[in-house]
């Protein structure tokens, strides 16, 4: 950082402040000046007493009843304007509220997620590693490998993903001349990992007897041409039979399991999935329905984690030995989201890739909209979440107040997939309803429309009593008088206010006083000169010496094109509510912010002899609040935001 200066020439500095004052009269001010011409026509010529009542009276009356129209038009008009700024403070407080809960259900769904990937990779790597030593200790070899404490590692990363009810399943993969002896293995394996999977679980609907009694003993799928009759997998493939799951009893009511269940033939989806990762030997992930009762299923997602011959699941040449799969319920995924009471929420979750042939016989979801991709609602309710339908099912009139976000993007070179192949990339819409709207319309705007009324009718009635209190001349008078002074202290600072002040003083001392300023502080004169006109005087200060300092971001282009716009406000705020305050401490004038630009200068409004030392001060703090400030925001800005630079340039 530097400090340029630009010359030493003497710089002058005129600041000057003018303001027009708006003179508005009321008609009972109308009526006051019609008494001062009706006083004056009486000392030139004398009329006869009953008509000059019968003109007081008429001057009077009108004046009253345009006073009260005007009242009743103000009542009305300040009513209405109150009624539509309550409505407006409260759309906008819903705004707000319902901007704080959008962010905060994509940051915990985004959370989650990210959360979720890391652990089924760390999972797989685990289990990766677990069968290379137990392979060099036991002299064994996939895929007749069984995972040690599934249920208990199962469960840990069914909790990292924030369900309730996630669904986890190892299955190796077995080729053709291995299911025979896969057979084998299997059923001396599933008595051991029942009966562990049951004391880890707590279950105790079936036995772990019970559970291998309905356990079929073979490769199989289920053929839905024959009444869903377990058939064994012929042919020379590979087959990916289901062995561990989490949780064991999956079927309430029924000890059925799903052990030897080739899953590449129990789902189009899954064998869809299963093909993406083993050629992009990556998470893969893809849409299915859940059983959650006996004949009911929610829409829910499987992601696929490939597992790698040996821990390092990077290093080239590893084969894919195994598959772990997840599946996750949408529904529980939404729930505890948003706090007990944060309610009427509405999420859909959109996926890119086109949707494939419905193979789920049981499907039972309502509210399904044929469309070519997949899109699910639902409505988040505090900790609870209510699927509205498979479509896109929020309400149209909150289009505008939209957050979306990419919420899971696997980032794989699309080139790499099977020719009709598609991995999705997940995006999540936020949006409010009707409900979440309603809870802040409130009687508020009828109640202050109300009390305008009531303050308005009681005005009236105040004015009509003062009125017949005191005189229509006096009350004028002050009225205006009151008024400008009003004006002129909004207007002009307190010194430039007292200098009118004192120079009107000084005029009416002397005598100098028209009677067509009564009512007018006589201001006009002393602001613009006598004529008002082109070649008056105006009311200005001279500053001969001040030193103007300049600081611009030096960076900041680069910097912010790689920046959304809210950023690049939190960095402008940041740095120049800082120099606001070091200019407030120094005694300094800020004069303008120019986009990256900051002006201020020393020496005004009230001049010092020392300017330039002043001046040199605020600019050397602003060198070490710049690289503060940056360096703090790094964490939220990105790092190479202490990178940026401060350029300062003093001129006297």
Same mark, same amino acid.
């Given at each position: 950082?530097?400090?340029?200066?630009?010359?030493?020439?003497?710089?002058?500095?005129?600041?000057?402040?003018?303001? %027009?004052?708006?003179?508005?009269?009321?008609?009972?001010?109308?009526?006051?000046?019609?008494?001062?011409?009706?006083?004056?026509?009486?000392?030139?010529?004398?009329?006869?007493?009953? @008509?000059?009542?019968?003109?007081?009276?008429?001057?009077?009356?009108?004046?009253? #009843?345009?006073?009260?129209?005007?009242?009743?038009?103000?009542?009305?008009?300040?009513?209405?304007?109150?009624?539509?700024?309550?409505?407006?403070?409260?759309?906008?407080?819903?705004?707000? %509220?319902?901007?704080?809960?959008?962010?905060?259900?994509?940051?915990?769904?985004?959370?989650?997620?990210?959360?979720?990937?890391?652990?089924?990779?760390?999972?797989?790597?685990?289990?990766?590693?677990?069968?290379?030593?137990?392979?060099?200790?036991?002299?064994?070899?996939?895929?007749?490998?069984?995972?040690?404490?599934?249920? $208990?590692?199962?469960?840990?990363?069914?909790? /990292?993903?924030?369900?309730?009810?996630?669904?986890?399943?190892?299955?190796?993969?077995?080729?053709?001349?291995?299911?025979?002896?896969?057979?084998?293995?299997?059923?001396?394996?599933?008595?051991?990992?029942?009966?562990?999977?049951?004391?880890?679980?707590?279950?105790?609907?079936? !036995?772990?007897?019970? +559970? $291998?009694?309905?356990?079929?003993?073979?490769?199989?799928?289920?053929?839905?041409?024959?009444?869903?009759?377990?058939?064994?997998?012929?042919?020379?493939?590979?087959?990916?039979?289901?062995?561990?799951?989490?949780?064991? #009893?999956?079927?309430?009511?029924?000890?059925?399991?799903?052990?030897? +269940?080739?899953?590449?033939?129990?789902?189009?989806?899954?064998?869809?999935?299963?093909?993406?990762?083993?050629?992009?030997?990556?998470?893969?992930?893809?849409?299915?329905?859940?059983?959650?009762?006996?004949?009911?299923?929610?829409?829910?997602?499987? @992601?696929?984690?490939?597992?790698?011959?040996?821990?390092?699941?990077?290093?080239?040449?590893?084969?894919?030995?195994?598959?772990?799969?997840?599946?996750?319920?949408?529904?529980?995924?939404?729930? &505890?989201?948003?706090?007990?009471?944060?309610?009427?929420?509405?999420?859909?979750?959109?996926?890119?890739?086109?949707?494939?042939?419905?193979?789920?016989?049981?499907?039972?979801?309502?509210?399904?909209?044929?469309?070519?991709?997949?899109?699910?609602?639902?409505?988040?309710?505090?900790?609870?979440?209510?699927?509205?339908?498979?479509?896109?099912?929020?309400?149209?009139?909150?289009?505008?107040?939209?957050?979306?976000?990419?919420?899971?993007?696997?980032?794989?070179?699309?080139?790499?997939?099977?020719?009709?192949?598609? +991995?999705?990339? /997940?995006? /999540?819409?936020?949006?409010?309803?009707?409900?979440?709207?309603?809870?802040?319309?409130?009687?508020?705007?009828?109640?202050?429309?109300?009390?305008?009324?009531?303050?308005?009718?009681?005005?009236? /009635?105040?004015?009509?009593?003062?009125?017949?209190?005191?005189?229509?001349?006096?009350?004028?008078?002050?009225?205006?008088? $009151?008024? %400008?002074?009003?004006?002129?202290?909004?207007?002009?600072? !307190?010194?430039?206010?007292?200098?009118?002040?004192?120079?009107?003083?000084?005029?009416?001392?002397? #005598?100098?006083?028209?009677?067509?300023?009564?009512?007018?502080?006589?201001?006009?004169? !002393? @602001?613009? #000169? &006598?004529?008002?006109?082109?070649?008056?005087?105006?009311?200005?200060?001279?500053?001969?010496?001040?030193?103007?300092?300049?600081?611009?971001?030096?960076?900041?282009?680069?910097?912010?094109?790689?920046?959304?716009?809210?950023?690049?406000?939190?960095?402008?705020?940041?740095?120049?509510?800082?120099?606001?305050?070091?200019?407030?401490?120094?005694?300094?004038? &800020?004069?303008?912010?120019?986009?990256?630009?900051?002006?201020?200068?020393?020496?005004?409004?009230?001049?010092?002899?020392?300017?330039?030392?002043?001046?040199?001060?605020?600019?050397?703090?602003?060198?070490? &609040?710049?690289?503060?400030?940056?360096?703090? +925001?790094?964490?939220?800005?990105?790092?190479?935001?202490?990178?940026?630079?401060?350029?300062?340039?003093?001129?006297?």
């Amino acid at each position: 950082m530097s400090i340029k200066s630009f010359g030493e020439e003497d710089t002058r500095s005129v600041t000057s402040r003018k303001s %027009q004052l708006t003179h508005q009269s009321n008609q009972s001010s109308s009526g006051g000046e019609s008494d001062s011409r009706s006083d004056t026509g009486a000392a030139q010529q004398v009329y006869p007493p009953p @008509i000059i009542g019968k003109r007081e009276e008429a001057n009077v009356l009108r004046a009253k #009843g345009l006073v009260a129209l005007i009242l009743l038009f103000a009542a009305t008009g300040v009513a209405t304007v109150a009624n539509l700024l309550v409505k407006k403070q409260e759309r906008k407080d819903f705004e707000t %509220q319902f901007a704080g809960y959008a962010t905060q259900v994509m940051t915990v769904s985004q959370s989650r997620a990210n959360q979720f990937f890391a652990a089924l990779d760390s999972f797989a790597s685990s289990v990766g590693a677990q069968a290379a030593a137990e392979k060099r200790s036991l002299n064994t070899s996939w895929p007749f490998y069984r995972i040690s404490e599934f249920s $208990v590692q199962a469960q840990k990363l069914a909790e /990292l993903t924030g369900v309730d009810n996630p669904q986890v399943a190892f299955a190796p993969i077995v080729q053709e001349d291995q299911r025979d002896q896969w057979n084998l293995f299997a059923a001396q394996q599933n008595p051991l990992w029942y009966q562990e999977s049951i004391e880890s679980e707590g279950y105790t609907e079936y !036995t772990a007897q019970e +559970l $291998v009694n309905s356990t079929i003993p073979f490769i199989h799928f289920y053929d839905i041409e024959n009444d869903f009759q377990p058939t064994p997998v012929s042919g020379p493939r590979e087959v990916l039979p289901v062995f561990q799951v989490y949780p064991v #009893g999956l079927f309430v009511g029924s000890p059925l399991m799903l052990t030897n +269940l080739d899953s590449l033939l129990a789902s189009q989806q899954t064998e869809e999935v299963y093909r993406i990762t083993k050629v992009t030997r990556s998470p893969a992930l893809g849409f299915v329905r859940m059983a959650i009762a006996p004949g009911v299923t929610t829409p829910g997602s499987q @992601i696929i984690q490939p597992v790698f011959d040996g821990a390092d699941t990077k290093a080239e040449g590893r084969r894919i030995v195994a598959i772990t799969m997840v599946r996750l319920p949408w529904l529980d995924y939404f729930k &505890k989201v948003l706090a007990e009471g944060e309610d009427g929420i509405v999420v859909v979750l959109e996926s890119s890739c086109p949707k494939l042939p419905d193979d789920d016989p049981f499907r039972l979801i309502e509210n399904v909209i044929e469309s070519d991709r997949y899109i699910l609602s639902y409505q988040i309710d505090g900790p609870n979440a209510v699927l509205l339908g498979e479509a896109d099912l929020h309400d149209p009139q909150y289009d505008a107040l939209v957050v979306s976000q990419k919420f899971v993007d696997l980032d794989v070179d699309q080139s790499l997939l099977p020719e009709g192949s598609c +991995l999705p990339e /997940l995006t /999540l819409h936020v949006y409010p309803s009707a409900e979440l709207e309603d809870t802040f319309q409130t009687e508020n705007s009828t109640i202050y429309t109300i009390v305008v009324v009531v303050i308005f009718v009681f005005t009236s /009635l105040v004015f009509l009593l003062y009125d017949f209190s005191v005189g229509r001349r006096q009350r004028t008078v002050m009225d205006r008088i $009151v008024k %400008q002074d009003k004006i002129v202290s909004d207007v002009f600072p !307190t010194a430039i206010r007292d200098r009118l002040y004192g120079n009107q003083a000084k005029k009416t001392t002397s #005598g100098h006083y028209n009677e067509a300023d009564e009512g007018t502080l006589g201001l006009d004169e !002393t @602001i613009y #000169g &006598k004529s008002s006109g082109i070649g008056s005087t105006p009311l200005a200060d001279l500053f001969p010496s001040v030193t103007v300092v300049f600081a611009d971001l030096v960076g900041f282009t680069p910097w912010s094109s790689a920046r959304e716009p809210h950023q690049v406000f939190i960095l402008l705020e940041a740095i120049f509510g800082a120099f606001d305050k070091l200019a407030y401490r120094h005694s300094v004038f &800020k004069i303008e912010t120019v986009g990256d630009c900051y002006v201020a200068a020393a020496g005004l409004p009230e001049p010092t002899e020392d300017h330039a030392v002043v001046a040199c001060r605020f600019a050397r703090d602003c060198l070490k &609040k710049m690289k503060d400030v940056t360096v703090k +925001l790094e964490v939220s800005l990105g790092p190479d935001t202490s990178d940026l630079d401060l350029r300062i340039g003093i001129h006297r």
